[in-house]
């Protein structure tokens, strides 16, 4: 099918009337029940939930940088920057500023508008916020978006990453709260939602998520869609993650996911989140430009973009390129490329 006949076939199947979406918390039911849908019927709701948020083919992109790597003394079962893992991701120390600088503008002029910059951290020290702090100025006086993702963050913390320059921070919930314990034993489910506290109180854009694929039962997915949708309000970035299975890691042998199980998910975080950007994070190189295609029809309207994610790889900038142009999807400009007249 070709970029025109798809945006033909999203137009003729615009809806005639609004899909009602509960009012008020999510259940953990009436989520699973979404799941149970009819692939095609809850494709077709999550496409018509979308269609009435965001304008379209609009897809955002965002660049990855591991500003500081591997070492990390948490034991999180998916991640090869734990230090409990032989992994052979080699530990380094914190990037230097112009080194960071030249990364993000590279993934400006390659069209990306937000910039998140990756901590194998535990939790940043008084002076690790300094210096990122330093990289957030930086890379927000280049007219890119800034995120991070740090580790776990004290209140004052944030508010000193907010008066840098952050516009968000990335800090996941990964799954169910009941499953947690399977995944990570070195912190809680309840350390996580106080640092998503710290963010909201300090006035930083939330993107949390989670991932697919780490043995998880279908209750556990639709667990952590209620813990996210029922954020007040939800986070702004969804990043939906399928295992990357990295040798060496306790979730290296998962099953892998069925692909439309993978898209299920996306489709429901679209319905119960529908303003969220929903991100299609990583797994993309395992994925095939099929399943990619369905999860943009599911809702997805944002992705990794860069030939690496943290530590492992992601794909290349021509083939995104390219994928994107066949499906006649194009990325959003921020308002700073648009007053610059760039082009993103
Ligand atoms: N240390 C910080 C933290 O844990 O929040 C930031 C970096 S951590 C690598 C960010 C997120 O990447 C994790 O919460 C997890 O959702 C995701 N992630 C890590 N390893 C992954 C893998 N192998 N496959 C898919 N997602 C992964
Ligand atoms: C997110 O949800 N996924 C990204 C980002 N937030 C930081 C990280 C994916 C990591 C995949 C494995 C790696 O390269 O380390
Ligand atoms: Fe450390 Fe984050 Fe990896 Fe967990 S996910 S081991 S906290 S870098």
């Known amino acids: 099918?070709?970029?025109?006949?798809?945006?033909?076939?999203?137009?003729?199947?615009?809806?005639?009337?609004?899909?009602?979406?509960?009012?008020?918390?999510?259940?953990?039911?009436?989520?699973?029940?979404?799941?149970?849908?009819?692939?095609?019927?809850?494709?077709?709701?999550?496409?018509?939930?979308?269609?009435?948020?965001?304008?379209?083919?609009?897809?955002?992109?965002?660049?990855?940088?591991?500003?500081?790597?591997?070492?990390?003394?948490?034991?999180?079962?998916?991640?090869?920057?734990?230090?409990?893992?032989?992994?052979?991701?080699?530990?380094?120390?914190?990037?230097?500023?112009?080194?960071?600088?030249?990364?993000?503008?590279?993934?400006?002029d390659a069209g990306a508008t937000r910039f998140c910059m990756g901590a194998a951290w535990r939790a940043p020290k008084d002076r690790d916020v300094e210096k990122v702090a330093v990289l957030v100025e930086a890379v927000k006086g280049l007219g890119l978006q800034?995120?991070?993702?740090?580790?776990?963050?004290?209140?004052?913390?944030?508010?000193?990453l907010k008066a840098a320059g952050l516009d968000y921070y990335n800090h996941n919930l990964d799954t169910a709260p009941e499953y947690y314990t399977d995944v990570v034993d070195t912190r809680t489910y309840q350390d996580r939602l106080d640092t998503l506290a710290a963010v909201r109180g300090a006035g930083i854009s939330v993107c949390c998520g989670g991932i697919v694929g780490m043995g998880e039962q279908p209750v556990h997915r639709a667990g952590l869609i209620a813990q996210l949708a029922n954020m007040d309000p939800y986070p702004e970035s969804v990043p939906i993650n399928s295992l990357v299975r990295v040798p060496g890691t306790p979730l290296a042998d998962s099953e892998p996911v069925d692909p439309f199980d993978?898209?299920?998910?996306?489709?429901?975080?679209?319905?119960?989140?529908?303003?969220?950007?929903?991100?299609?994070?990583?797994?993309?190189?395992?994925?095939?430009?099929?399943?990619?295609?369905?999860?943009?029809?599911?809702?997805?309207?944002?992705?990794?973009?860069?030939?690496?994610?943290?530590?492992?790889?992601?794909?290349?900038?021509?083939?995104?390129?390219?994928?994107?142009?066949?499906?006649?999807?194009?990325?959003?400009r921020t308002q700073e490329q648009a007053e610059e007249g760039g082009c993103a």
């Open 146 to 160: 800034t995120c991070a993702t740090l580790g776990m963050l004290e209140p004052h913390h944030a508010q000193q």
């Open 1 to 108: 099918m070709g970029a025109n006949d798809l945006q033909q076939a999203i137009t003729l199947r615009r809806p005639a009337k609004a899909v009602a979406t509960p009012q008020g918390p999510w259940s953990v039911e009436a989520i699973q029940a979404l799941f149970d849908k009819p692939f095609m019927e809850l494709l077709f709701e999550a496409q018509t939930v979308h269609r009435r948020h965001f304008p379209e083919g609009d897809i955002e992109l965002a660049t990855l940088l591991s500003v500081k790597t591997g070492g990390c003394p948490e034991n999180c079962g998916y991640c090869p920057q734990s230090a409990e893992f032989d992994t052979g991701v080699k530990a380094q120390k914190l990037m230097e500023v112009d080194e960071v600088v030249r990364a993000a503008q590279a993934a400006k």
């Open 262 to 332: 993978f898209v299920r998910m996306i489709a429901v975080a679209r319905i119960t989140m529908p303003t969220a950007r929903v991100r299609l994070s990583a797994g993309r190189q395992q994925m095939g430009e099929a399943v990619q295609a369905l999860c943009f029809m599911a809702g997805a309207n944002s992705i990794f973009y860069g030939d690496k994610l943290l530590v492992t790889g992601n794909p290349d900038v021509d083939a995104d390129v390219q994928l994107l142009r066949k499906l006649g999807l194009r990325s959003h």
